[in-house]
């Protein structure tokens, strides 16, 4: 019974952001238990021998798309050929996102408007466009990645900690509206992941600093983000809606 609550065979999942990093770790857990695997990123180059590695050795069926989603338009593209690649998404994990910090009395409208568009207001078109298909089929799971960020915060982080805390109090609205038609939707707050973001964002001295905030004083791996994911999108979470899981090492208790 239990192996049998985490197979996802038969369903196609659409990672955004899912060339690199906790996107492409989570789209390999997928794919590992019987998921089809659709990715998007902006950049081509990532994308094709990302999905050769997601898919290698499982029998599992792909595709990649192109996709800016700090474009609307291009938001709306990706719906429409994942959709019609496949017939279908299951699973929609929400995944693309960035970060520019500038301290509150710094920040720049273009900026501001560019984090908003790509960590939240695409978030929502590209849900709002997949729901219809799950809504016909009584069955589907939804998952943005939001982080500690969006819990707790730093200095600086003005932009991409509104974004974060927003996707928690969007999932939990969401969860109510589509609860009836047996569609989950869910946050992942993951805490010190060891991804190009912070790799680029903070200094060798920075990241010991990070990760001895942690109750297991290291930064996570990528793959520890697979199982997590794996849990709400199967039918082993089935019965979780509405709610935040924290992926932090123990960054938040500590």
Known sequence: ??????????????????????????????????????????????????????????????AYFVSDMSRREETRKLAEEAITKFGRVDILINNAGSNIPQPIDEIKDEDWDRIMELNLSSIMALTRAVVPQMKQRKWGRIVHISSIMGIVSKAGRNGYSATKSALIGFAK??????????????????????????????SPKEKDEFAAT???????????????????CSDAGSYVTGTVLVVDGGYVAK
């Not at 109510?176 to 805490?191: E, M, Q, R, S, Y």
């Not at 004083?217 to 709400?232: I, K, M, S, T, V």
């Open 173 to 202: 609205a969401t969860a109510l509206d589509l609860g009836p038609f047996g569609i989950t939707v869910n946050c992942i707050a993951p805490g010190p992941f060891l991804t190009d973001l912070p790799g680029k964002l903070l």
């Open 214 to 232: 942690t109750a297991l004083n290291r930064w996570g791996r990528p793959d520890e983000l697979a199982g997590p994911a794996l849990f709400l």
């Open 1 to 62: 019974m239990i192996p049998k609550l985490f197979d996802l065979t038969g369903k196609v999942a659409l990672v955004t952001g899912g060339s690199k990093g906790l996107g492409k770790a989570m789209a390999r857990g997928f794919a590992e238990v019987g998921a089809d695997i659709l990715i998007s990123s902006r950049h081509e180059e990532e994308l094709k021998p990302a999905l050769a590695e997601i898919l290698e050795g499982t029998g599992r069926m792909g």
